[in-house]
């Protein structure tokens, strides 16, 4: 399921427009995109969690060439499935 077939799937169900549908998924991905970039943990229970793991620097390897690279340290957003969603698709 893409972006717009959640869009769609929500309008249908409620009975709302697509525009007002649109509107609505949108405020939660940016509610929860900024809740991440502030360092939050996002937490839907049954569903599963959404946190920001941070990954230091290190020396890589450019494959192509076997030439050694720096590899800046980042940050990441990373999901852990719910115990409840596991178990619902697991059977």
Known sequence: M???ELIEALAAKKGLS????EEIINSIFESMTNALLAGDRIEIRG???FVV???QS???R???T???IAVKS???PFFKVGKELKEKVSG
Request: hydrophobic share 15%.
């Open 2 to 4: 893409n972006k717009s």
């Open 18 to 21: 697509y525009k007002k549908a």
């Open 47 to 49: 569903f599963g969690s």
């Open 53 to 55: 793991k941070s990954y």
């Open 58 to 60: 290190y020396m890589g």
């Open 62 to 64: 450019n494959p192509k």
């Open 66 to 68: 076997g030439e050694s």
């Open 74 to 76: 980042k940050k990441l």
